[in-house]
């Protein structure tokens, strides 16, 4: 399905921010360009928007109108708008450079009640399932590697395993694997603690680390950079999660939160440039974004002052610093693309 991709705030202003040490400085647009991403089912449907990548490819989640409640993978470039990528209920876990999407799936034939997800890449115009068994892939980096797992199982998380070109590799029993970056370096939760409790995980090799907190017991890794930093939340000794910056010698920064409360983050670029969400005092959750340079700022802070949107959840951002989530606008939950690349 199509719709217009027109942007709403045509003015951008550069802002330079030095990142200090031998960084290049991080160069984005003090105003953004915002677009609505459209759904499945317009022109009420809502929709979630959670990757991007430098090819400007989004994937999301919206529900089709013969869907009901059930939503779908959809791809969405300004080429072509929304294109369904299911015929089923679904949802995209992971995008690559090249356009790969992983996630879990199901068939139009499953019966609603005893589904099972199965774990699936789609490749251009090709559905390759990854195993025979039920499971969920997790992520997927630029060489085509798909990190995964088995389905849950009493007390005890399944298994989780690479996918390389058809070959399966399991991973050490120890993990629940979460997200995967080019060097083979993956971030997941402690496989006996379903639900993510504990401290999170980094395996590099055969080698697991534990991810520190901030005095509390849980921390909850969401995604690793080609550098390995990772980041996520992490607990303080009150229990409120704050989202973390965690280098690759093992430390660990608090980036913060609006109102000193929750906030986690989801996504992070080869700039340093962090994304996720925050607590905020008139209630709710805002999107935020984090550079060393400027601190945690809300995402909002970058919108027309007309704009109409409120942005509750940013889940990713690519090397040209365009940024994808969920916001709210006209009463409606809508995948959005928030463009604060210099000159648009």
């Avoid at 022109?43 to 989004?58: C, H, L, W």
């Avoid at 470039?77 to 929304?82: A, D, P, S």
């Avoid at 390759?128 to 992520?139: K, V």
């Avoid at 229990?239 to 109102?259: E, M, W």
Wanted: glycine content about 14%; aromatic content about 6%.
């Amino acid at each position: 399905m199509r719709r217009s991709t027109s942007p709403v705030g045509l003015l951008f202003v550069i802002a330079t921010f030095g990142c200090g040490g031998s960084s290049a400085p991080l160069s984005i647009a003090q105003l953004g360009v915002i677009t609505d991403l459209g759904s499945l089912d317009e022109p009420r449907g809502q929709s979630i928007a959670k990757f991007i990548n430098d090819r400007g490819e989004v994937v999301g989640s919206s529900a089709p109108t013969f869907a009901g409640s059930f939503n779908h993978t959809f791809r969405w470039t300004r080429e072509g708008g929304l294109e369904d990528l299911s015929d089923a209920m679904s949802s995209p876990n992971g995008l690559s450079e090249s356009g790969d999407v992983v996630g879990e799936f199901t068939r139009a034939t499953d019966v609603p009640e005893f589904v099972q997800p199965y774990p699936m890449v789609i490749r251009g115009t090709e559905r390759i399932r990854l195993s025979d068994a039920p499971g969920i892939a997790w992520g997927v980096n630029d060489l085509g590697v798909v990190v995964g797992c088995e389905p849950d199982g009493g007390t005890v998380a399944g298994r989780c395993w690479t996918w390389d070109g058809g070959i399966i590799e399991m991973l050490p029993d120890t993990i629940r694997a979460v997200a995967i970056n080019n060097e083979g370096e993956i971030v997941g939760f402690p496989r006996d603690r379903i639900g993510g409790d504990g401290q999170g995980l980094a395996l590099q090799g055969q080698e697991v680390r534990r991810i520190p907190t901030f005095g509390g017991l849980r921390s909850r890794p969401a995604d690793i950079d080609e550098q390995g930093r990772i980041v996520g939340g992490a607990e303080r000794t009150d229990g409120v999660l704050q989202a973390f910056l965690a280098a690759p010698d093992g430390s660990i920064k608090n980036l913060g939160s609006l109102a000193d409360h929750f906030s986690e983050a989801v996504a992070i670029n080869e700039q340093g440039v962090v994304v996720g969400s925050t607590a905020v005092l008139e209630g709710g959750a805002r999107a935020f974004i984090y550079h060393r340079s400027m601190g945690l700022r809300a995402l909002e802070d970058f919108l027309p002052p007309d704009s109409g949107w409120t942005l509750e959840e940013a889940l990713d951002v690519n090397e040209s610093n365009q940024i994808v989530g969920r916001g709210s606008r006209d009463g409606l939950f809508r995948a959005f693309l928030l463009d604060l690349s210099v000159g648009g």
